[in-house]
């Protein structure tokens, strides 16, 4: 028993560089496998405070650039009413395929909010935004965060009044996407070499690929709706020793000068989840 | 000012320089990434004990971590450096001069050869650890691991080198009497 007090207080100082080791590096593989650190939700609320601080003064230098993005994306919504449409011909008359939305509520499946994003960077492997919205505004893990121009990333923390947000350009982060002109499907991801750019892996070489080809989120992936915008094909290469495409794809968002993002809720994904975990175990 | 009151300063000042500064920088090339907050527990002075010292690399590595998004990634190599530094400085110079007679490690109390070489090998070590802690989770060749750390270490020199210049610190003979 001495000895191993005298072998405790003769090596203290390694033994203690050890348990500190151990501590980091527990953090950091626990996070990287469940998304939920230790302190998470206390620290992001600081954080979150004193990148809104920073945020209120760098706000001003991209309001031109997102006023720009939010005006755009307006006339594009404008486009789509139904009044904008009247054929010379009066016999014609155009009609809303669906009941009145009023009645439609019950079954609306995304739900938007809108968020400010007060913190984020590019510069890492792994890239986060701090959105001004937390769980008492209802944001929860998992929810879909969207751009005026596209797909921006996935909540994967939340504290009372901050939420990070793991953006597209993360190395773990991936999303089912397809090709808007065949409809064949592939997976979304980044390779972490340039800002600008991801790749989508999983397209059949019989698919016809072209440059400028349009990207979209399909139907499948659970928390992003389908059909919002991920980039368009820039190059693709042709690896002989595999059937599939790898394309690399212009992302639609411009990360870095990302300012309110919408975050979305899908209602209907817990359902989707407790079926799909039940199917599991009948298969076992 | 005193030490502790300069130092909690210092604490602010290094995270805010390189959250807010450094890492809104366009990145140049991913293998590229300034880092220069960890020189703050290079300066912490030569009378803290070993293991405070670790602690307080350990702290500041994980408020850093919290404004990145990554807790732990930046804690470990903070606290090996911060293990490390003590055998460095006892190996480049003389026990019972400088350690006794100044504060902390600076080109002043030190000299530039063993300041800059005590420089050159806890940023190496610190950017191996980190590097390899990335490299681990992403499966990428060999060639990310040398190449970032490589590039890194270069950019952080000279950011070191930069800070050093600009805050040249005089380092207070320190007497009995104080």
Known sequence: MRNIFLFVRRYFNFLFFLALQVLALYFLFRYNRFHEAAFMGVASEVTGRINERYNNVDHYFKLRKSNEILARENLYLRERLRENYQPADTSVQLVVDSIRVDSLLKFQKYHYMEAMVVGGFVTTQTNFYTIHRGSNQGVRVDMAVIGPTGIVGRVVNVSNNFATVMSVLSRQFRVDAKLIKSGERGIVGWDGESTQYVQMRNVPKSTEVKRGDTVMTSELSSIFPANIMVGTVDTFQTDPSSNFYTLKLKTSTNFSTVQYVYVVQNSQLEEQKLLEAATKKTNE | ?178
């Not at chain 2, 090339?29 to 009378?47: A, K, N």
């Not at chain 2, 690399?57 to 606290?79: I, K, M, N, R």
């Not at chain 2, 610190?126 to 590039?151: C, D, I, M, R, T």
Request: glycine share 4%; proline share 5%.
């Open chain 2, 1 to 178: 000012m005193s030490d502790l009151l300069k130092n909690m300063i210092r604490f602010a000042a290094f995270i805010l320089v390189q959250v807010f500064i450094l890492h809104k920088i366009p990145p140049l090339h991913r293998f590229v990434v300034p880092y220069i907050y960890f020189l703050y527990i290079i300066w912490l002075p030569f009378s803290i004990s070993r293991t405070w010292l670790m602690v307080i690399a350990f702290v500041f590595g994980l408020t850093l971590d919290y404004f990145l998004g990554t807790p732990g990634l930046h804690a470990a190599p903070c606290v090996l450096i911060a293990y490390v530094r003590p055998f460095l400085v006892n190996m480049l110079i003389r026990q019972e001069s400088t350690e006794q007679s100044y504060g902390s490690p600076s080109i002043h109390s030190m000299g530039w050869a063993p300041y800059g070489l005590l420089v050159f090998v806890l940023t190496l070590l610190h950017h191996s650890y980190l590097v390899a802690l990335e490299w681990l989770q992403f499966k990428e060749s060999f060639f990310y691991f040398v190449g970032k750390v490589l590039a890194s270490t270069a950019v952080s020199m000279v950011l070191i080198l930069v800070t050093e210049l600009l805050f040249y610190r005089k380092e207070r003979y320190r007497t009995n009497a104080a």
